[in-house]
Each structure stands twice: as C-alpha cells, then as structure tokens.
C-alpha cells in the first residue's frame, strides 16, 4: 500500500499555492518513481501523493514536457492522450471515474498542466467545495435535481 498523506498535509508542506518550474514536483519523476504506474513517450501516470478523500485510487497523467497550458503541447504530445486514456480504462475497470484537467488558472496550482483521475462519480457539491477551497469564487446558488 502506498503511503499517501492528505491535503491537508500537502498544504502545510508547501505553505503556499503555486510551485513554479524551478521547484516543480510533477517534473522530478526521480523522486516520483515509486507511484509511477504507467510511462509513456510523452506522459506519465502516478498515484497522487495527496488524493482527494485519501482514495488511493486517484492517479495524475503528467506529460514529461513542463507546460502550463495544454494548448502548449503539440499534436503528438495530444495523441499520446488516447494511450493515457485506455490505460485508465483498463485500470478502472467497471468502476466509475471522473477526470479534470488543471492547468495554471491564475496561479492556483502547480504550474504544470496535469490531468486528475478520481474513482467514483463526481458530485456537483463535492466539486463545488472543492473549486470554493481552491479560491475560486462561487456565487450562484443552483439547484441540484435528484
């Protein structure tokens, strides 16, 4: 079993929002080698050092290439994309997943682009409090139909 802290934990650790690409830790895959679970020539599959909910399940695709944006990677670095998605697939399995792609967004992240996998079904007020502790301002009120 991985050893996989909070993020409540990743935040008292880095003390801070933003890792620029001099301290980034999604380009140190030497320190990462341990929760790598699929390379490819582009990208990379790990576990999240600090899941959401703790759900050792959740994995990052990571492309080698430090970019902030996705409209940074070229088309053979998008290709590749259709590699990272059967490999969840296959890794899930029957198992709901949902995805999110983060990039930069004003200094909220890590500063390199990077996919999220996370199994199980994302539910609008799960996501909601999530995007409100990340700064993002939430104003309208919706009503969520059962």
Not at 3 to 12: I, K, S
Not at 125 to 138: A, D, H, S, T, V
Request: aromatic share 16%.
């Amino acid at each position: 079993m991985l050893d996989l802290g909070t993020r409540e934990d990743y935040h008292a650790k880095i003390g801070h929002w933003v890792f620029w690409e001099e301290d980034c830790p999604l380009c140190d895959r030497k320190n990462n080698k341990a929760r790598i679970i699929w390379e490819g020539k582009h990208w990379y599959v790990i576990h999240n050092k600090y899941p959401y909910s703790g759900n050792e399940k959740h994995l990052m695709a990571v492309p080698y290439k430090h970019v902030k944006y996705s409209r940074e990677l070229n088309g053979e670095e998008f290709s590749e994309l259709e590699e990272v998605q059967k490999f969840m697939k296959d890794f899930y399995g029957d198992e709901q997943y949902f995805s999110a792609t983060r990039e930069s967004m004003g200094n909220r992240s890590i500063e390199h682009v990077h996919m999220h996998f996370v199994p199980w079904k994302l539910q609008w007020k799960f996501l909601r409090c999530m995007l409100e502790n990340q700064g993002f301002p939430i104003k309208a009120e919706v009503e969520i139909k059962k």
